[in-house]
């Protein structure tokens, strides 16, 4: 009767396919007031002075609020950030001001008359020019700021945010080793998360002192435990809602509306408010995905095998750190890939500039160091005339070699899967171990590329999940877990888990969609692809404590040995005769014997979880365990290049990965496809372009493009299935991986087919057409 | 949502328009013809305009009039781009349209406002343009009749208050070969790189462009480069670029010199005509 490996339809798939689904957004209830933003118009620069009586002027105007009302200082990591800004602006976009009215049209029409005057400040654009010598400082009093983590280390009187390091064995062997020598300089611009439903939430503050917010969010807990700390109030007194998730990929992990809605709501005397970004605000005032600019060298043995690898990447956080920090750290502690290298030396800089600041985004750092280590695996390939398949297979990281992580981890079959079956697998998809480019017809090139991937959660050391069963008089179950649906169907798959472990059917599970912090209990983030992982192993332990009780109960009333008893069918049974059971419908809200005395009272299984084993990481060396069991897997692309106008067609897509258990195999093949769909939408064509202001450019779905429907290859994905002895049924995470190896895959296969190196994204055909030529008519 | 208020007016007759149009404008309103809303709609709600007042034209029944009249196809200004494109009467216009926006967007526009509107690309005015079409406009003095290449210098020229109304297009015109390739960037739904609209009448080439410069055009000079027989393909697309009547575009789509190597390949497909 096993859920476990069936496709299983979403348990909330009929309500989003009809549109009877509720997100955050479109819930107003009477008496709601709309906040609105006036936003930044200098990337760096002194506040002057803010006009803000003409919006006061207009009518419907209840609030008018500026960074001096409720000033704090927020932050994951380091506390830089006030929500709305104080004295000075560090990023164009930023609020500067906010207004709470009766509707949403006259709190906009009430912003966008308030005036605000700068002194401009020179503007530090790029990782390179944070670090030049007498740069202005994003941050002056960087040394002040209060840590909300130990293992960060800001720099005063620089713009770098932190810096993480990884020294593993002796370079100086390393090199020496080494018959080959290539080097790369990549760079991966600032990009958006672009969810279809953009951040919005509302608040509200009672008599009481209850603070009620409802957001669209992917971490109700974590805006319980945050609006509790930054605004010194009781967190029993905060109760999050958060109902289905229209779309995150990182951008709903942070804390950030909900600040100002609470300094909002607490300006108009604990009034309902809602705050709603446009597409414009959801691209340039809230956080964005990181920019990278990297050096990398790898040198190897003529046969092939690696010996030493320096990496060193320079990471654009923006205007404030966020969880950039931990990102850059990613990078560094997993730079080498899913591949041996003994000898690994990594600075990783996460530096202040005066773009917009970045968050998590979809693959945490790990798209990064995959793109530049995967390009100069491909360049290692041409130096050593070997194909990029073998030498990929080759250095392969496996258990029972001896092979360490760049932290220093121990490979072991559970913690890392098997890397070089995916390989092969990948290889029936499509062919990689033969000719990469090959001229179909006049102008007309065919070419294929590769990348490796893997990913393990940067989780705190400390990461809590939990579940809570309870059951209906028909017998079937309610699951409450404090994780997220934000997309990736994973209500369904812990009902699925459920289900098997009760061995019962899984339309006989329910499961609480909305989260409420009331009552569901604490998942620490629906982040870093842990969510199945975490809630799951919490899913386990609630069903054994349920099936504990069940057992106890059924014991009294047929008189045998718990341990006589199985469960299954929605029946507790003696194993050695069937026949003999009670239904739960009779026993899960207490068990009446026929004279009408009853015993047992409801059964309630509780479950938990938390990280084990995970470390922080030295600071000088980097060791440590930063993350539970890898996911690895490898990607690959085929293009069609157009040699005449330098054009290309996206023809095939393959994603081959050891997810350990497939739990529910259509929607694992849907959560990898979106990701690799996103994945080839940043190799290709996302990216920020900045004005000479410093304001985005491209800041509307005008002319920020992603991936539409008809543009994209034939998708192809396959799954391995090494169990992780500590993940439910050995299940591995898998949500953001789909799209760590694509812009690699993608870069790689048009560097063959186009012969110039594309070390940047995204890749059009304008750019090749630039290297090509020098950019000459 | 637009953060300010505007009166809407939907009147049933021309002159209703534009004896509106004069009021409203009287009383300071800042009055606006509307037809499909599309670029009213997105531009007032990022703040780029203002308006009062808006006059939507769709119930004028001379905006509204499509189809063949005589030896001409008469095509009304609040006719949507999609019903253009459906109909299949003059399929290089239907082609050119097609490729404005994305589908959805495609039946809101309509073809006055995508000639008159404020972006600058107005890809519609390509196939008018070199179909030599007639654009009927109407004002406090009634109607006129004018030559499209005497109102559009790469807007349509018209008064405050006066409104275009249909274009009158010869039909030997709806039949002739014809060229069209828009490039993009990369996305298939994107503002063009270069729009090259060509026909071919009397073995002559008629083209005009779009994104190439700042306003859409069609122009003699490259034409006649194009059309110079005993030269070269080479040479006559050479010859041609030099006739761009105005700098080349730079923008975030593309830089100039990327535009003029897009265009030059464009212009050898045209050639093969």
Not at chain 1, 475 to 499: C, D, F, H, P, R
Not at chain 1, 552 to 565: A, E, H, T
Not at chain 1, 756 to 770: G, R, T
Not at chain 2, 76 to 101: D, H, N, Q
Request: hydrophobic share 40%.
């Amino acid at each position: 009767m096993t859920a476990i490996g069936k496709d299983v339809p979403r348990k909330e798939a009929l309500d989003k396919v009809t549109g009877a689904v509720k997100y955050n957004d479109d819930i107003n209830e009477p008496g709601l007031l709309h906040v609105k933003m006036a936003t930044s118009t200098c990337a760096h620069g002194i506040i002057k002075s803010i006009d803000v009586l003409s919006a006061w002027n207009v009518p419907g105007v209840r609030a008018v609020v500026t960074g001096d009302y409720l000033p704090v200082m927020t932050g994951s990591v380091i506390k830089d950030r006030p929500p709305i800004a104080i004295n000075k602006v560090r990023y164009y976009g930023e609020p500067v001001a906010i207004v709470v009215a009766d509707t949403e049209h006259e709190a906009q029409k009430a912003a966008n008359s308030i005036k605000i005057e700068y002194s401009p400040l020179p503007m530090v654009k790029s990782p390179k020019e944070a670090l030049v010598k007498g740069a202005p400082l994003v941050h002056e009093k960087l040394g002040e700021y209060k840590k909300a983590i130990d293992d960060v280390y800001p720099a005063a009187g620089t713009n770098v945010a932190d810096h993480s390091k990884i020294r593993k064995g002796d370079m100086d062997k390393g090199w020496s080793e080494c018959d080959v020598i290539v080097e790369g300089e990549y760079t991966m611009p600032k990009s958006d998360h672009i969810a279809m439903e953009t951040r919005n939430v509302r608040v509200k503050i009672d008599p009481d002192g209850k603070v009620y917010v409802s957001s669209s969010t992917q971490c109700p807990h974590g805006i319980k435990d945050t609006l509790a700390t930054v605004f010194s109030l009781n967190e029993g007194d905060i109760i999050v809602n958060a109902p289905l998730v229209g779309g995150a990929f990182g951008g709903k992990a942070p804390v950030n509306l909900e600040f100002i809605a609470y300094i909002a709501s607490r300006a108009v005397g604990g009034r309902q408010v809602k705050l709603a970004n446009t597409r414009e605000e959801d691209i340039a005032t809230s956080p964005t995905k990181i920019g990278l600019e990297a050096k990398v060298k790898l040198g190897a043995t003529r046969d092939g095998i690696l010996k030493a690898l320096e990496l060193k990447y320079f990471v654009d956080a923006g205007a404030y750190s966020d969880t950039a920090p931990r990102m850059a750290k990613t990078m560094a502690s997993n730079g080498t890939g899913p591949y041996n290298v003994e000898n690994v030396f990594c600075d990783a800089l996460c530096l202040y500039t005066n773009n917009p600041y970045s968050t998590s985004f979809r693959g945490f750092g790990n798209m990064g160091h995959t793109f530049c280590m995967e390009r100069t695996l491909d360049k290692l390939a041409v130096a050593l005339n070997m194909s990029p398949f073998d030498l990929r297979l080759k250095n392969a990281i496996s258990p029972g070699k001896g092979h360490t992580s760049a932290t220093q981890v121990k490979i072991t079959k559970s913690n890392t899967g098997d890397l070089a079956k995916c390989i092969y697998k990948i290889n029936e998809l499509i062919k990689l171990d033969d000719d990469l480019r090959v001229e179909v017809a006049k102008d007309k090139v065919i070419a294929r590329g590769m990348s490796c991937i893997w990913k393990t959660s940067a989780s705190n050391t400390d990461a809590i999940s939990g579940a809570i069963i309870v059951f209906n008089k028909d017998g079937s179950l309610n699951l409450i877990v404090g994780v997220m649906e934000i997309g990736s169907g994973v209500k369904t798959g812990l009902a699925q888990i459920l289900a098997d472990k009760m061995n019962m059917e899984v339309d006989q599970i329910h499961v609480q969609m909305p989260v409420n912090t009331e009552s569901s209990p604490k998942h620490w983030k629906t982040v870093a692809s842990m969510s199945t992982v975490m809630a799951g192993r919490a899913v386990l332990s609630a069903a054994d404590d349920a099936i504990r009780q069940i057992k106890d109960l059924g014991s009294i009333v047929l008189r045998v040995d718990p341990s006589q008893l199985e469960i299954g069918g929605g029946k507790v049974y003696m194993r050695s005769d069937p026949d003999n059971y009670v239904e739960f419908k009779d026993m899960v809200h207490g068990f009446k014997f026929r004279g009408g005395n009853s015993i047992g009272g409801q059964i309630i299984g509780k479950g938990t979880y938390i990280m084990e084993n995970l470390t922080i990481l030295d600071r000088e060396t980097g060791k440590g365990r930063m993350g539970p069991a890898w996911t690895v897997g490898v990607q690959a692309v085929e293009v069609e290049y157009n040699t005449k106008d330098h054009t290309y067609k996206l023809v095939k897509a393959a994603t081959v990965m050891d997810i350990g258990k497939i739990v529910n195999p259509k929607t694992a093949k849907g959560v990898v496809m979106g990701g690799m769909s996103m994945g080839l939408g940043l190799g290709s064509r996302e990216g920020f372009l900045y004005g000479s202001n410093g304001g985005i450019l491209n800041d509307s779905l005008r002319t920020y493009k992603v991936m539409r429907f008809g543009e994209q290859p034939d998708y192809m994905v396959e799954f391995i299935e090494t169990p992780a002895e500590d993940g439910p049924y050995g299940a591995r995470g898998l949500g953001e991986h789909g799209i760590l190896g694509m812009p690699a895959a993608l870069a790689n296969a048009l560097t063959r087919a186009t012969g110039v190196e594309l070390d940047q994204v995204p890749i059009d055909a304008e750019l090749i057409w630039q290297l090509k030529t020098g950019g000459y008519v | 949502m637009i953060p300010f208020d505007f009166d809407y007016y939907k009147p049933d007759t021309l002159l209703e328009a534009i004896d509106l149009f004069q009021d409203l404008s009287e009383q300071g309103k800042m009055p606006m013809y509307y037809g499909g809303g599309t670029e009213i709609i997105s531009m007032a709600r990022a703040n780029s305009i203002y308006t009062g007042a808006v006059i939507d034209i769709k119930g004028i029944p001379e905006c509204c009039e499509f189809g063949f009249s005589g030896s001409n196809l008469v095509i009304g200004s609040a006719i949507t781009l999609t019903k253009i494109v459906e109909s299949g009467l003059f399929p290089m216009l239907g082609i050119t349209i097609g490729r404005i926006a994305d589908h959805t967007i495609q039946g809101k526009i309509t073809l006055g406002g995508n000639l008159a509107g404020t972006v600058i690309y107005r890809e519609s005015v390509l196939p008018l343009l070199i179909s030599e079409s007639q654009v009927v406009i109407a004002g406090n003095y009634g109607t006129r009749q004018a030559p499209i290449s005497e109102l559009f210098d790469g807007r349509m020229r018209r008064e405050p208050g006066e409104l275009i109304v249909k274009l009158i297009i010869d039909s030997t015109y709806t039949n002739l070969p014809f060229f069209h390739r828009k490039t993009t960037k990369i996305d298939k739904i994107d503002y063009p790189l270069v729009t090259v609209v060509a026909m071919k009448k009397d073995d002559r080439i008629l083209a005009g462009f779009s994104g190439l410069c700042d306003h859409p055009f069609r122009s003699i000079e490259m034409e006649d480069s194009l059309n110079e027989k005993g030269l070269t393909r080479e040479v006559r697309i050479k010859n041609a670029m030099s006739h761009i009547p105005a700098p080349v575009q730079e923008d975030i789509h593309g830089s100039g010199n990327y535009r003029r190597f897009v265009l030059n390949n464009i212009l050898m497909d045209v050639l093969k005509m």
